[in-house]
């Protein structure tokens, strides 16, 4: 058609425009938040209580991922991000980073930065770190940022930037000689922080040479708690939530976070239109897990620190001019480890061409299934976690808890006795650590000593978060720790109610036969270690200790 309305000199130029576009290696903006609920966001369908304009419209314009799936706590997704290796492999299996723990990612880990940065790529991180900072060599200007504008830590308050009593909010880069400058930002004192991220991420592409390809690592502390918000936002995206929500206070603070965010996100596509990077950007967006008892996950099952869907299935999307196919959602199975590979080949790295060994990834490159909608994988591992990996007292107790506790493949569930703290309830979590769950197309199978069940949440959002889970005593509840096995067919069964286990005895043991080739890729955990004597608390600043 083109070539009957235009000359051949000027559709010519227009496809050389076109080539030089896409042949070019494309902006890559990656914003993660942090404890988003599925049902917390308006392009999932279901929300009618917070406002996500922006987000909405570049899911809307660009895919919708159905099947995201990342782990469920911060630090193991965050890993697999930045390495494109599961957590099995990296020694984040564990969980979460303690504040004044000595562990992070092992520094013969290739970080997503560092293959970007040399491959050309500008690279800039925004926002929460959470991979280790008991060394300056595990911060980020050291794993391949040039700039790290944000904290080390897993939470912060939102305006004094202090985590428990210490200061945790740096603008960081590396000297002449490769040292590190950490400049503190005690000045920041009362700003609110996803305000600072969102305006350094819009500083940042005002900045930016255009003709050098970015990567804006934009990572928001929204919506980890504390649930902390400026009122006039509150008075301005809030007042449609009725009193008669349970905690009404506290869920419109949550709500308004998710409005500031969406804002940010607005802002910065904003900024990279006006310097007219972004027909050739790529965008990312996606949670780190799943919400914990104050956001929605509706209609999964669970949330935050457990393996049904509402833990581990994201709110997740992308966006780019460089889609061939967009406005659509895409029900391929995709894992948080992919992003890596996928920017690996739109930057045309070449691993093996690089003095620092890449190791094996397991991420795989989605950009066929993203553009086109191909088919890419059938099988994601949700997470293994072996007591026999580790040495540390949790190990021993695991392994005690198991051998009482035996696993039958057909049994639902048989409640397990822990020690309990009714000030610290997620403690019994800790014994939580031989089980096994992974999903092979539409089969999902969670088996093992350690598994939390989780109810569901309510479709709007105005009772109680989960709905209680009981057995026919009802004697069963939201922390109750089980051993036996589950199997869902989430083709037909989201909300994971229907456990086919007995029914389905050759399902069980096809998917169980996979564990044996996972469990040879965890790595050993020996004794966690912590700082005791209170050193990496400097001046009220915390800073690497080791």
Not at 192 to 217: G, K, M, W
Not at 313 to 328: D, M, N, T
Not at 438 to 457: A, Y
């Amino acid at each position: 058609m083109l070539g009957t309305l235009l000359p051949l000199p000027v559709l010519l130029i227009l496809l050389n425009l076109v080539y030089s576009v896409y042949s070019r290696q494309p902006h890559i903006v990656l914003i993660v938040a942090d404890d988003l609920g599925y049902n917390d966001v308006g392009f999932r369908g279901y929300n009618t209580f917070v406002s996500t304009p922006n987000l909405d419209e570049l899911a809307n314009e660009g895919v919708i991922l159905e099947n995201h799936i990342v782990s469920a706590t911060c630090s193991p997704s965050r890993t697999s991000l930045m390495t494109g290796r599961y957590a099995i492999r990296t020694g984040f299996w564990k969980g979460n980073l303690k504040r004044n723990e000595e562990f992070g990612l092992g520094l013969d880990e290739t970080l997503m930065p560092e293959m970007l940065k040399r491959n050309g790529y500008r690279t800039h991180g925004v926002g929460k770190w959470h991979l280790g900072m008991f060394t300056w060599e595990h911060t980020p200007v050291k794993r391949g940022f040039e700039t790290w504008f944000g904290m080390y830590l897993a939470e912060q308050n939102y305006y004094s930037h202090k985590s428990v009593e210490g200061i945790d909010f740096r603008d960081n880069y590396l000297d002449a000689d490769g040292n590190v400058v950490d400049n503190v930002r005690r000045d920041l004192e009362g700003q609110y922080s996803t305000h600072l991220f969102t305006n350094r991420s819009v500083e940042l592409i005002q900045a930016h040479d255009q003709n050098e390809p970015l990567f804006l690592y934009l990572a928001y502390t929204s919506v980890h708690t504390p649930h902390q918000a400026p009122q006039e936002d509150v008075e301005k995206y809030a007042m449609n939530i009725s009193a008669n929500i349970t905690d009404f206070l506290m869920r419109k603070k949550y709500s308004t976070m998710i409005s500031i965010m969406d804002e940010g996100v607005g802002r910065v596509v904003d900024a990279l239109k006006q310097k007219g990077m972004m027909e050739n950007t790529v965008l990312v967006f996606t949670s780190d897990n799943g919400a914990g008892l104050s956001g929605s996950n509706y209609p999964l099952r669970g949330g935050k620190r457990s393996f049904f869907e509402g833990g581990v299935r994201a709110a997740s999307f992308v966006y780019s001019p460089r889609l061939e196919k967009s406005g659509y959602i895409n029900k391929n199975l995709h894992h948080v480890t992919d992003w890596y590979a996928t920017f690996q080949k739109l930057a045309g790295d070449k691993p093996n061409l690089h003095q620092k060994p890449q190791l094996e990834i397991d991420g795989v490159d989605i950009w066929s299934s993203l553009s086109k909608g191909e088919p890419c994988r059938d099988e994601v591992l949700y997470e293994l976690r072996d007591p026999s990996k580790r040495l540390d007292s949790t190990g021993k107790d695991a392994r005690d808890v198991a051998r009482a506790y035996p696993v039958s493949l057909n049994t639902s569930s048989t409640t397990i006795q822990l020690p309990y703290d009714e000030m610290r309830p997620l403690k019994a979590l800790n014994y939580a650590q031989d089980f096994f769950a992974i999903r092979w197309k539409n089969w999902k199978l969670i088996t093992g000593t350690g598994i939390t069940l989780h109810g569901w949440t309510s479709s709007t959002g105005q009772t109680d978060e989960y709905e209680q889970f009981t057995d026919e005593s009802g004697n069963l509840h939201d922390w109750t720790i089980v051993s036996g096995t589950f199997l869902f067919d989430l083709s037909v069964d989201i909300r994971e109610k229907n456990n086919l286990a007995d029914d389905y005895p050759d399902v069980v043991k096809k998917l169980l036969n996979k564990r044996q080739s996972y469990v040879e890729k965890v790595k050993f955990i020996s004794e966690r270690k912590y700082d005791k004597h209170g050193i990496s608390l400097v001046d009220g600043v915390w800073k690497p200790w080791v």
